[in-house]
């Protein structure tokens, strides 16, 4: 194991190199990774769409919901208790980083296998709760029970993956994700299109990318990690899991209001629309990950980095990478809302095939997705450039450790505001209003998000009381 000086050196950059500098480090391994795994979630629904027809989308689209909350799990208990191994190590406190971590993963495993277990006692009554109807049920029902006998695998890798990147090594939370991505679609290549084995090929090459991940995590704190267990590390410690839930909660919040919202979406779409307004939001919903993964790169790189010098009180630093993750994030944030404004019909066409091949009905369907579906992905990302204020603004209380205000505002786009729209614009605008409740939900919870970093900001970060701050909005 190393010794407590030797993780001290390690983590100590965190502390003294440029912000600018660190926020690259930290966020493009991160933005790679993402970009790697959102291409794989982007590939895989082209070759479910291609290869099996659009209602395969539409059963992914009703069990991802089940399945990202219990994978939640893992990405909340990392994220909440990596905030407090960054500010343990910032401090210097070592022993306690090991115990924290040691909890993360005793905490993670024994809860995402008691809800993968009733998620598969309960599988046919989810499935319709979550907005499957009788035209793609089967097909949900085929692929949710193959990934759910592989979650806990990923929700011990989504745990494990914000651990590696506190403990400063981003690069390899890179790999993490990348290579169960690459494993992945060659794996759906090899199942649907070589084997013709449909919609069950697609849920074991998920299955097999989860193994993936798994494997290489195990390896690295095995072999490579300074955060060497014992075996005392895994017993639950009453105090630490407190520290860690708190924190927890805020991302576990924030992960089960979006699978709430998906749930929500699935029933208004089928209700003001049909199966084919499903289709058209599971494309979206990949897109929304997918073009939007470097301004996620550069949240995640900024979140240990602020947590690491609060914990140093270097309050200096703490600013300057809240202004400067706002100046990445929002130049970013500007290309990819171009991009989907110029081109959304060319991006919707990728996810579906006119080979005629394919039957008359499919055919028809696939026309009518291609019709419906770019003036939705424009509607969609129309406040794209000014969601940076409100991801860094709630990221910001999370790494320093206040849980209320964290859950609060990480709440307010999909929980506070999101979730009202969709139950008062549909039944006025049909689904045009599912659509519409987007943009809004954006810019209000940004202005809510921002009122209150810029008060937080001026209250606890200036070394001069008379002094002030504005933090950029670009």
């Not at 003294?16 to 966020?27: P, R, Y």
């Not at 992945?184 to 989860?210: C, E, H, P, Q, R």
């Not at 849980?403 to 139950?423: C, D, H, R, V, Y």
């Not at 937080?456 to 200036?462: G, M, P, Q, T, Y």
Request: aromatic fraction near 12%; hydrophobic fraction near 55%; include cysteine.
């Amino acid at each position: 194991m190393c010794s407590g000086e030797e993780m001290k050196n390690k983590s100590a950059s965190l502390g003294t190199d440029s912000i600018s500098s660190l926020l690259v480090k930290q966020a493009v391994p991160a933005s790679i990774g993402i970009l790697v795994m959102s291409l794989n979630m982007i590939v895989d629904t082209i070759f479910v769409g291609r290869w099996i027809g659009p209602l395969a989308i539409s059963a992914i689209t009703v069990v991802v919901p089940i399945t990202f909350f219990i994978a939640a799990i893992g990405l909340a208990v990392g994220i909440g208790g990596s905030s407090v191994l960054s500010r343990a190590l910032g401090a210097g406190n070592h022993e306690k980083a090991l115990r924290v971590f040691g909890n993360q993963t005793t905490l993670t495993f024994f809860t995402s296998a008691i809800l993968a277990a009733l998620g598969l006692i309960f599988q046919n009554y989810l499935i319709e709760f979550f907005g499957a109807d009788e035209s793609f049920k089967d097909l949900a029902l085929t692929y949710y029970r193959i990934v759910l006998y592989g979650i806990v695998m990923l929700a011990m890798c989504m745990m494990g993956n914000n651990v590696i990147r506190a403990e400063g090594k981003p690069k390899f939370a890179m790999y993490a994700m990348m290579l169960p991505a690459i494993g992945n679609i060659f794996m759906d290549y090899l199942l649907i299109k070589v084997l013709d084995f449909g919609m069950a090929g697609a849920a074991w090459a998920t299955f097999i990318s989860y193994f993936i991940c798994f494997a290489f995590i195990f390896w690295f704190f095995v072999a490579k990690s300074e955060l060497r267990l014992r075996w005392k590390s895994f017993i639950l410690d009453s105090t630490i899991v407190r520290e860690i839930n708190s924190l927890s909660l805020v991302t576990l919040a924030r992960q089960g209001t979006i699978a709430v919202l998906t749930i929500l979406l699935n029933n208004v779409l089928i209700t003001y629309g049909d199966s084919l307004d499903v289709a058209s939001y599971g494309i979206i919903s990949r897109m929304l990950m997918f073009a939007l993964f470097p301004v996620i790169g550069v949240n995640q790189g900024f979140l240990p980095i602020a947590g690491f010098n609060y914990g140093a009180k270097k309050f200096d630093r703490v600013r300057e990478s809240i202004n400067t993750s706002i100046k990445y994030s929002g130049a970013l944030a500007l290309i990819i809302f171009a991009l989907i404004m110029l081109f959304p019909s060319q991006i919707v066409s990728i996810f579906l095939s006119n080979s005629e091949s394919l039957d008359a009905a499919t055919l028809a369907n696939n026309e009518e997705i291609l019709k419906r579906t770019p003036s939705a992905l424009r509607w969609v990302f129309a406040a794209t450039p000014v969601i940076v204020i409100q991801l860094i603004g709630a990221s910001y209380f999370q790494a320093i450790g206040r849980a209320i205000p964290a859950l609060l505002l990480s709440l307010t786009k999909q929980g506070f505001f999101l979730i009202p729209l969709l139950l008062i614009l549909p039944p006025m605008m049909g689904v045009l209003g599912v659509w519409v409740a987007f943009p809004i939900a954006d810019v209000l919870s940004t202005i809510v998000t921002g009122y209150y970093l810029n008060k937080a900001v001026k209250k606890d970060l200036l070394a001069d009381s008379s002094s002030s701050v504005e933090i950029e909005k670009q």
